[in-house]
């Protein structure tokens, strides 16, 4: 099997629902678990997000089932948290 790139993009939520955008993007891909298989035997997939919090405190969930529909299929979830960017610290 030949792996191309491909890509898949949520739009922006706020408040944030990384549940619900993990969730609307597994519905536009197959639920068949032979598919992903052979998929992910042969080239690297992963769901990559980006969260950025506006307090030092915030965070986010993913339900069992969003986690459950990820692992089943063999997708590797890749999050990068940024904090948020407080002008008082000295930097720009």
């Known amino acids: ?49 980006g969260a950025f919090m506006q307090s030092t405190n915030d965070g986010l969930s993913l339900s069992p089932e969003t986690m459950l529909a990820l692992g089943s299929r063999g997708i590797k979830f890749d999050l990068d948290i940024y904090g948020p960017h407080d002008v008082s610290d000295g930097d720009d």
């Open 1 to 49: 099997m030949t792996c191309r790139s491909c890509f898949l993009t949520a739009d922006r939520t706020e408040p944030e629902d990384l549940d619900g955008q993990i969730k609307w993007l597994m519905a536009k891909m197959t639920d068949d678990l032979m598919v992903w298989q052979a998929l992910t035997s042969s080239c690297d997939v992963d769901m990559f997000c």
